[in-house]
């Protein structure tokens, strides 16, 4: 069963203007059917939909953009977008400005609930359950598109922060990691939403020395903004040596985070690849050669995983502890890109999430390379 974005019209909502929220409404058969229909009667109007929502996505990412940046960026005629941004604009979808289109708050709301049928229409909602059943997760979530490295990253944020609005209530603590997927979600989170009541927000890890808008205290700091909670930091750096983090852990300050994040009720947390995260924890030479030799790919706080989710190495740091996620009700990771498919698989196996939202090229790569391992599971069988 599939959730989906909603108008919610109610007393929470700002001056009576639409917010979309992640809700239990169960479109199932009635959507596929109603697709379906749409296809066999007028096959063009699924196709003019997916086009004007290609463009609609364009410049929430943008905020602006001239005709001649969407040509270049959707592949798409210039007389095809010409048409599609008139029949926009005079739905009052779009502004024309003089730094090009910009969405307006109609076409702000009209946006999320067309992301269901759009992933109706790719086949993107079978994809969720398949890789949901293949790697028993409570839910897989597919943005769809195949979009540069950036615009994956705001869609993948754009989805998370509506998961985190409908899904995070009060008196809950929500921890987050690092990084820049991460950081997206922050930057997406928005106003508009109900406040959350005794709400905390607190960093799963330390610091990894870059640039402060993706370390997990900035991120923290960002969403218990935006969803009307109070926040505690972690004043540490990520790597440390055994003998370090001991002392460390006996700081007041420090104790109380950690604390907290024993009895989180989410964790949110990007995936990386194995050795670009080896080389930003400034790794020596003989330790990513080690993690290589040990055929780590994935990595998630930490921790580094192989091929079949078995962790082969970790680093020593202040944070969230593996052993520590069985106790948490949500672990949600959150990653996109194809590059990334064969860290994200690796992460995942390791039977420690119960969400996975990533996009749809790392989907569709996650299929493709179970396939190929089914095939040569079968075909050792057949030769045996």
């Not at 005079?90 to 289109?101: L, N």
């Not at 109380?256 to 995936?271: K, Q």
Request: proline letters at 3%; a negative charge.
């Amino acid at each position: 069963m599939q959730e989906f974005f909603h108008e919610d019209r109610s007393n929470n909502n700002k001056g009576g203007t639409k917010i979309i929220i992640w809700d239990n409404y169960v479109p199932g058969d009635d959507l596929k059917k109603d697709l379906d229909l749409l296809k066999k009667i007028v096959p063009d109007m699924v196709d003019s939909i997916n086009k004007r929502y290609n463009i609609l996505r364009s410049l929430e990412h943008a905020g602006s953009m001239g005709r001649r940046g969407l040509v270049k960026r959707l592949q798409q005629p210039e007389r095809s977008i010409r048409k599609d941004l008139d029949f926009l604009r005079s739905a009052a979808y779009v502004q024309m400005t003089g730094v090009g289109a910009v969405l307006t708050q109609e076409g702000r709301a009209l946006l999320k609930p067309l992301d269901d049928f759009i992933r109706e229409h790719r086949g993107i909602i079978e994809l969720e359950e398949e890789l949901a059943s293949h790697f028993s997760l409570e839910r897989v979530v597919v943005v769809p598109g195949h979009e540069d490295d950036q615009a994956v990253k705001k869609e993948l944020g754009r989805f998370t922060a509506c998961y985190l609005h409908h899904e995070v209530q009060d008196d809950e603590v929500l921890a987050v990691t690092g990084g820049t997927t991460l950081a997206a979600v922050a930057r997406a989170m928005g106003e508009g939403y109900k406040k959350r009541k005794d709400l905390i927000v607190i960093p799963g890890r330390g610091g990894l020395g870059e640039k402060v808008e993706i370390e997990a205290n900035t991120i923290a700091v960002d969403i218990a903004r935006a969803l009307g909670g109070t926040y505690k930091l972690l004043y540490t750096p990520d790597s440390l040596t055994p003998s370090t983090l001991e002392t460390i852990k006996k700081e007041p300050a420090i104790g109380e985070v950690l604390s907290l994040l024993e009895r989180a009720d989410y964790i949110l947390h990007g995936i990386g690849e194995a050795r670009q995260m080896a080389l930003r924890r400034h790794l020596p030479a003989h330790e990513i050669a080690t993690i290589e030799e040990l055929g780590g790919i994935g990595e998630a706080f930490g921790y580094y995983f192989n091929r079949e989710g078995e962790v082969v190495y970790t680093t020593p740091s202040v944070g969230i502890r593996l052993k520590g996620l069985k106790n948490i009700s949500k672990v949600i990771a959150v990653a996109g890109g194809e590059e990334k498919a064969q860290a994200i698989m690796a992460v995942v196996r390791s039977n420690y999430q119960n969400i996975l939202i990533t996009d749809e090229a790392a989907a569709r790569k996650l299929k493709e390379l179970l396939n190929k391992e089914e095939f040569k599971d079968n075909d050792s069988k057949n030769r045996d």
